[in-house]
């Protein structure tokens, strides 16, 4: 049996409340609280990802060795340095954040990320131009921000495992991503004038700040205020169905094994962490874990080079400027932002988070093709299809990421150990950053050649994700009938 030492309560939480004294207060005000402070720390996360994209057009023009012919492939380069990096640390990071204190572990990650994008600003007022030194920053960055996604994964399924309408909840609290690139964007672009090494600096205070106020505040569990709540157990039928139970205390200890469980040292105890390997083999992990390798390829590709082609491809016949371009390129995440409500939602209320995903796919193809084709004809047209672009690409990222990964890392086959979700949340979003390295580098090289083979590019990889996700989408439709009939 593992042993974890208890940690310090985090500010605010009275030690009485930790040492399984009965709660003075239900679950309400802490879990709104998690929310909050999950949300704000992984927006951060993305808000410090986002200033490479916006600078793109300003290194290409002016800054060795991201100017001149080959300059794109630099900077495509350089995308990949941070995103293959990120994704194999990811699996990694998993593993650590099922058996570390998740606290200190994302509050330290952000501190860290803080670090590694004001080094990369650095290099504006230190007059670098050694293409080593922006890799090495990168690869840094990519490392410490591996482990931020499993923890607030973590915590969040510590909270909200036993919510009835898990889709909708966490496509609203998902939704951290898009607003985070946004808030990256505005940042960024606001104090490019002044510098591009600017545009790194203000994110990297941020995620720092929020960083503190992490190790400060943040709850991680339950137990950690005395609290309790019930299990949940998703069992993943034969036909790829979904049955939802919550166990109560009693069945919880009829079905608990003494050997599986972890003794926290303040009067509770949680199941043990699950393996790798063990994770992998879970129903449901394999297809969605390379459905978001071809869906994440997309939005990071989006996320990485919308500024830039904004910037390269006139609007109603104007070329925008680089902080236009930066500032218009948030529509596209605000997009995203309702399209992964609308996919949790959806999902809950039809109970199918494979058929959810393969629609939101399936419309995502024309809305990139007429984005394409219409979109310079005048700014509406670009703002329209941008927004209706955005919402369909993140719908099925965002449910995938998160009410998908929640709902594999606690299903019958593992009795609701909750420790299983960062694991398996690793695995499945550290497949998919595999696909978001290779999306931004293979922009690069094939941008050259133009854009419309970039964009074929992209229908090509949501085409292959919907070949993953194709098997399970059938068998939920034919369990729903056979549940009518």
């Known amino acids: 049996m593992e042993a974890t030492a208890a940690a310090a309560p985090p ?4 030690r009485a409340a930790t040492a399984g004294g009965a709660p003075a207060r239900g679950l309400g005000r802490h879990e709104y609280a998690v929310l909050a402070l999950t949300f704000a720390s992984y927006a951060s996360f993305h808000a410090s990802r ?58 330290a990650a952000m501190l860290a990320s803080g670090a590694t994008c004001a080094a990369l600003g650095a290099a504006y007022f230190l007059d670098v131009h050694a293409l080593a030194f922006f890799v090495a920053a990168q690869v840094a960055s990519g490392v410490v921000q591996s482990a931020g996604w499993p923890c607030v994964v973590a915590v969040v399924g510590n909270w909200f495992g036993h919510a009835s309408k898990r889709g909708t909840i966490m496509g609203v609290w998902n939704s951290h991503t898009s607003v985070g690139n946004i808030a990256g964007s505005v940042l960024a672009a606001a104090v490019l004038e002044f510098g591009w090494g600017w545009s790194f600096l203000v994110p990297a205070f941020v995620i720092a700040a929020l960083g503190v106020v992490v190790l400060v505040f943040l ?16 069992e993943m039928n034969g036909d ?11 069945k919880k200890e009829a ?34 874990a390379f459905c978001l390798f071809f869906s994440k390829l997309v939005a990071y590709t989006f996320l990485y080079w919308l500024p830039f082609y904004i910037r390269n491809n006139a609007v109603a016949g104007q070329f925008l400027s680089h902080k236009a371009s930066g500032i218009l390129s948030i529509v596209f995440d605000i997009g995203g932002v309702l399209g992964g409500i609308s996919a949790g939602f959806l999902s ?24 394409r084709i219409y979109g310079s004809i005048s700014m509406h047209h670009n703002i329209g299809l941008m927004f209706l672009s955005g919402y369909f690409v993140n719908g099925p990222y965002s449910l995938i990421t998160t009410a998908v990964a929640t709902d594999l890392g606690t299903q ?10 960062a694991t398996v949340s690793a695995i499945i979003d550290g497949t998919g950053s595999v696909g978001a390295a290779l999306g931004p580098l293979l922009t690069g090289y094939i941008s050259t050649r133009g854009w419309n083979s970039v964009f074929f590019m992209l229908i090509v990889s949501i085409s292959l994700a919907i070949l993953f996700l194709i098997r399970l989408a059938k068998d939920e439709i034919v369990t729903k009938l056979n549940t009518r009939s």
Do not use: C
Request: hydrophobic share 50%; no cysteine; net charge negative.
């Open 11 to 14: 500010h605010g939480v009275p």
């Open 50 to 107: 986002k200033p490479p994209s916006i600078v793109k057009a300003v290194l290409s023009a002016d800054w060795p060795p991201f100017s001149g012919a080959r300059g794109t492939h630099r900077l495509g380069e350089l995308d990949v340095a941070f995103l293959s990096a990120y994704a194999l640390a990811m699996f990694a990071a998993g593993h650590l954040a099922d058996r570390a204190d998740l606290r200190v572990l994302l509050g």
């Open 219 to 234: 709850v991680a569990h339950p137990s950690e205020a005395g609290l309790e709540v019930q299990a949940m157990e998703v």
């Open 240 to 250: 790829g169905g979904e049955e939802v139970e919550l166990l109560g205390e009693d």
């Open 255 to 288: 079905q608990g094994n003494e050997d599986d469980e972890l003794e926290l040292g303040m009067g509770s105890q949680l199941p043990r962490a699950i393996g790798f390997f063990e994770a992998w083999r879970l129903p449901g992990v394999v297809p969605f």
């Open 348 to 371: 809950d209320a039809i109970g199918a988070r494979a058929v959810t995903s393969v629609l939101f796919l399936l419309l995502s193809i024309p809305a990139l093709i007429v984005y």
């Open 412 to 421: 019958d086959t593992i009795k609701g150990n909750s420790r299983a979700l």
